[in-house]
């Protein structure tokens, strides 16, 4: 069974950053695309970004240029470093995870088979 756990959340001021981790358990990193993803107060959880297993990564348009992900064979770590947050960034962020190879339906929730407990992410004004 893959297990996967988020940390790295916090709260920081608008302008500031933040690196989110991934860890996967039961099954290594490179046989996974993972995905992030975040969800504010009284609002659907919306895909951010995604990394495949042949290293393609995906972007929401609102972080294109201020997130990157990326991953570390070594540690079976997927990361999500935010810079430049601002308040609507504000939410409880999630990685998710699918064997999946191809990137069909990257940017959907239902499209992954496993999930994290997320992490909470304030950006102040």
């Known amino acids: 069974q893959v297990q996967v756990v988020a940390s790295g959340g916090g709260l920081v001021q608008s302008g500031g950053s933040l690196k989110l981790s991934c860890a996967a358990s039961?099954?290594?990193?490179?046989?996974?695309?993972m995905g992030w993803f975040r969800q504010a107060p009284g609002k659907d959880r919306e895909f951010v970004a995604y990394i495949s297993r042949s290293h393609n990564t995906y972007y929401a348009d609102s972080v294109k240029g201020r997130f990157t992900i990326s991953r570390d064979n070594a540690k079976n770590t997927v990361y999500l470093q935010m810079n430049s947050l601002k308040p609507e960034d504000t939410a409880v962020y999630y990685c998710?995870?699918?064997?999946?190879?191809?990137?069909?339906?990257?940017?959907?929730?239902?499209?992954?088979?496993?999930w994290g407990q997320g992490t909470q992410v304030t950006v102040s004004s």
């Open positions: 039961g099954r290594t990193v490179t046989s996974l695309a």
């Open positions: 998710a995870a699918r064997p999946k190879y191809y990137d069909d339906d990257y940017d959907g929730p239902g499209a992954y088979d496993f």
